[in-house]
């Protein structure tokens, strides 16, 4: 235990992040994400980093921008309304191909909504969010320890495909502590960037830019950021699939519900139900596969996605089960957050199990 | 002591008004599971709640990984004030154990089903010389209670949690959590 | 000896006084004819040369007319979402603090949309340098009001002249930067004739000199002109710049380094 210490999920993404190398934070306050932000802007200048307070989400996005075209890592931060904010320049970064990391600890929407943690993001996130034909790598993290872990992950995956990478969480994983092994700052992969901005010193402009005004060429470049989306699909799926090798009735779940609803597999085998849970750690990609193959699987009668919004993520679950069995759901919203036995009285419920 | 005594895992919430100390509380009781090699999950309840209204949180103590870290009926409750016993008191699993500050707490209905263990933390806080020792009262209290961890364990998380210019403040708190821990025996 | 044999002698012998900026690429400029976009172009690219910084300078682009602005500089180049180049920009020369980096901006980009950026940019110091060009119109989207489009002011979303009643009044931003602490150069120039362009040049080189001693935040307002927009011919146009514009925008500079300052080193 020695290496494990007790932190925030907030403070853990901050923490992970200067492991990985990332010394350029721009970010606008907004809860229930400020321990982030607070702890860089403590910690960046003994590191001599960059820790920028910016005068709004719109400015920091696009500082992001500027910052990770010269091919430094570097991050924002912010919750819900704050990630609407930034959305335009989450475009202009994917077209242009900028890699960066982008966090967003959701919270109970739409409009100010409330602070409470929230699961109301995920078409924002996983469907594009700003405008235009591009993809995030979106990860969802589910304790602490994969605040941090997956904190690494966003930064290698975003130099590896020059991709912005979002990762999104929630008020209670941000606020919530739990022990973490910080990552080994010797495993972080490094990455040329010959493209960045850095001044043409014995070579041609190097430009950062989303502008392709001939169409065939705006066509061009989709695609090719498609082919990578490809590439991303194909490598880089991540998930975990908990009691489904005999799993009757299987449910999906990410993030802070997981954790609900793996607490709630416990207590239905108690009671004698087959439940399972698959977790996407990856929303994009999204584990189309294994869910198909969960759905051809004899044993397997239904599936029931869980989540804190009234229903988004089932749209790919049904897209993945294809018809083949039933997809139910539950879900709360608006920042409330159910508790084990209640996702099992309503597992029951929706499939008359006693 | 014996620590095998305490089944885990164990779900506590810890509820007061916000100023009484009841994060910090949790987070002694989280660093001091963790040191002993355990899981553990502390979670807050956050927001403007937090400036002078009610605050509390969550903590689990466990042998295995860590499901849900919310929970609907926790075995311990460290409960500071009035209104904090009105709201959790309910929720509170049969046969569980409620620490209470009986200095603030009066005149509510106790449960019957579970046990009810009075201790009066300001009052003894006062005499130590600051109110604001009242959540190191409880968690000795809770310590002697659960035996969720040792009092060693404890000694170092307090030593972690504190920063370091209130680092002469030690002795003081690790006196109010004797205070405490003495008052189960 | 012919003519042409001649003539090709006695260009030999003589001195070369102009030039094309080295760092002002062979691409002809895209610009309406008349416009002055190109100038002042030139003009960047003549300081940038005469400053030896080329391997080190990073544009940024803005959008309006001047969104393809990395077409003509052989310099790094990242093209900015509406407005939000000074962000763009801050991010540039926090990443690389020994870059020289500057914006080159439209009033619509600037003094609307971008407000924020502009403000926050220039009183957290950046050290980065403004080119902003102040025609008093839109002009890549067929020439609407801008904010700094003068009283009266006939243009396709204010066609019966800008009325300050509805419309407001047209925004002097050199003046409202001037009282920021980070702002350490700051000036407003003129393209319309060949000795305001050559007072432009000057400015335009203190500005960049200002970024190079790392003190603060550079820019210089260039009030230009826009035929096609204003529906004018150059000699018009230019002559409508001198009687309208600059009577509101007066010429002046507003803030300038101290000798002491100024001498410093990066």
């Not at chain 3, 060949?194 to 000057?202: D, G, Q, R």
């Not at chain 3, 710049?241 to 007066?250: C, V």
Request: hydrophobic share 40%.
């Amino acid at each position: 235990m020695a290496n494990k210490v007790l932190m925030k999920g907030n403070e853990a993404i901050a923490e992970a992040a200067m492991i990985a190398g990332c010394r350029h934070y721009f970010g606008y306050p907004i809860t229930p994400q400020s321990e982030l932000p607070a702890y860089l802007a403590k910690h960046m200048p003994k590191r001599n980093g960059v820790f920028l307070q910016a005068e709004s989400e719109v400015a920091a996005i696009n500082m992001v921008y500027g910052s990770g075209g010269t091919g430094v890592r570097v991050m924002t931060s912010s919750s819900s309304p704050g990630i609407s904010l930034k959305q335009e320049g989450i475009s202009y970064i994917a077209c242009a191909e900028v890699p960066c990391l982008i966090v967003n600890v959701v919270r109970g929407g739409p409009g100010l909504g409330n602070i409470a943690p929230a699961q109301c993001d995920y078409f924002q996130a996983v469907k594009g969010g700003g405008h235009g034909d591009y993809k995030l790598v979106v990860l969802s993290p589910s304790s602490v320890q994969e605040m941090a872990d997956f904190t690494v992950l966003a930064f290698d995956l975003a130099d590896k495909y020059r991709t912005p990478v979002m990762l999104l969480s929630d008020g209670y994983l941000g606020q919530m502590m739990e022990p973490v092994e910080m990552p080994d700052a010797s495993n972080i992969k490094k990455y040329d960037k010959p493209w960045a901005t850095t001044g043409a010193v014995g070579r041609h402009q190097n430009l950062i830019s989303s502008i392709h005004l001939v169409p065939e060429d705006m066509e061009k470049h989709i695609h090719h950021l498609y082919e990578k989306y490809a590439e991303i699909e194909k490598n880089e799926l991540i998930y975990e699939e908990y009691q489904c090798a005999d799993a009757e009735y299987v449910m999906v779940a990410y993030g802070i519900t997981a954790r609900i609803c793996k607490t709630a597999c416990v207590m239905a085998r108690e009671q004698g139900i087959k439940l399972g849970l698959l977790r996407p750690k990856t929303l994009w990609p999204f584990p189309k596969q294994p869910l198909a193959k969960l759905a051809g699987s004899k044993n397997v009668k239904g599936f029931i996605a869980v989540e804190l919004s009234t229903g988004q993520m089932i749209e790919d679950v049904k897209l993945s089960v294809n018809g083949v069995k039933p997809v139910e759901f539950f879900g709360r919203t608006g920042g409330v957050v159910p508790s084990p036995n209640e996702v099992l009285l309503n597992v029951k419920k929706l499939f008359s199990l006693k | 002591m014996n620590k095998n005594e305490c089944k885990f895992p164990l779900n506590l919430v810890i509820a007061g008004f916000g100023g009484q100390g009841v994060l910090l509380a949790g987070k002694l009781i989280a660093e001091a599971g963790l040191h002993e090699g355990r899981e553990v999950s502390w979670i807050p309840s956050y927001g403007p709640e937090m400036r002078g209204g009610t605050a509390n949180c969550t903590v689990i103590i466990s042998d295995s990984e860590i499901g849900s870290p919310v929970v609907e009926n926790p075995d311990v409750l460290v409960i500071m004030n009035r209104p904090s016993m009105d709201k959790f008191l309910p929720s509170l699993k049969k046969d569980g154990v409620c620490i209470y500050n009986k200095s603030l707490i009066e005149g509510f209905k106790p449960r019957s089903d579970v046990k009810m263990v009075a201790v009066p933390a300001s009052d003894l806080a006062v005499q130590m010389g600051s109110t604001k020792l009242l959540n190191m009262v409880l968690v000795g209290s809770f310590m002697a209670n659960s035996k969720a961890f040792s009092e060693a364990s404890l000694a170092y998380a307090l030593k972690k949690s504190i920063s370091a210019k209130h680092q002469d403040l030690i002795p003081l708190n690790e006196k109010a959590i004797d205070e405490g821990a003495k008052f189960i025996a | 000896m012919n003519d042409k044999e001649k003539l090709l002698e006695e260009v030999k012998t003589m001195k070369k006084v102009a030039s094309r900026p080295k760092c002002l690429t062979d691409r002809v400029f895209h610009y309406c004819p008349g416009c002055t976009h190109g100038v002042v172009h030139r003009l960047v690219a003549e300081t940038i040369d005469e400053l030896g910084i080329q391997e080190k300078t990073i544009g940024v682009a803005p959008v309006g007319c001047s969104v393809f602005a990395y077409w003509y500089f052989d310099t790094d180049f990242s093209q900015a979402a509406h407005g939000r180049a000074p962000a763009v920009a801050t991010g540039i020369k926090r990443s690389v603090p020994g870059s020289v980096v500057f914006t080159y901006q439209g009033d619509g980009d600037l003094a609307a949309i971008g407000t924020a950026e502009i403000i926050h940019a220039a009183n957290r110091g950046e050290k980065i340098t403004v080119i902003f060009i102040n025609n008093a119109i839109y002009g890549m989207t067929g020439g609407q009001m801008a904010p700094t489009s003068l009283i009266n002011q006939k243009t396709q979303t204010s066609p019966y002249g800008r009325d300050s009643e509805t419309m407001g009044y047209p925004i002097r931003v050199s003046e409202m930067l001037s009282g920021l602490e980070g702002v350490k150069y700051l000036s407003r120039v003129a393209v319309d004739t060949p000795a305001n362009i050559i007072k432009a040049k000057a400015a335009i080189k203190k500005a960049f000199e200002t970024q190079l001693t790392g003190t603060g935040f550079s820019m210089v307002e260039v009030l230009s002109i826009c035929p096609t927009d204003w529906g004018l011919n150059v000699a018009d146009s230019k002559k409508w710049l001198k009687e309208n514009m600059i009577p509101y925008y007066p010429l002046q500079e507003f803030k300038a380094p101290k000798a002491e300052e100024a001498k410093g080193g990066e």
